[in-house]
């Protein structure tokens, strides 16, 4: 098993916890684990995600937890193979790496926050 290289720990987060990536929301999925560095999505999309800088808004859906505009790059995103039991589709399920990047005081804070009490455990 290789080295773990991360300089933060990831943690886990309930299922109703979301991303929304770029601009124009365009790439919105489930988060898969979220650290104070960064964190990883899965979404569906008939397209290509492209790399570089973005800024991403974290939610719960249900509650009124809202993180807007955090800015960050997007490090990877690469096709997810799917099951024997999913069904031929157009879309393609993708798993994103995004790393956060200029965050002010006040956004670190609010996401530690989050880290402390919205979520399940560490990875």
Do not use: W
Not at 42 to 55: I, M
Not at 96 to 107: E, M
């Amino acid at each position: 098993m290789g080295t773990e290289r991360r300089k933060f720990t990831r943690f886990l987060v309930p299922e109703n916890v979301y991303a929304a990536l770029g601009p124009s929301f365009s790439k919105v999925g489930r988060i898969k684990d979220l650290s104070i560095g960064g964190l990883a999505i899965e979404y569906l999309t008939d397209g290509d995600c492209v790399l570089g800088n973005s800024h991403v808004d974290i939610f719960i859906r249900g509650e009124e937890f809202f993180l807007s505009k955090l800015p960050c790059k997007i490090v990877y995103d690469v096709p997810i193979e799917p099951s024997a039991s999913s069904q031929v589709s157009e879309l393609t399920r993708k798993r994103c790496g995004v790393k956060f990047h200029r965050f002010t005081n006040g956004l670190t804070k609010r996401l530690e926050g989050f880290l402390k009490v919205g979520t399940i455990g560490a990875l």
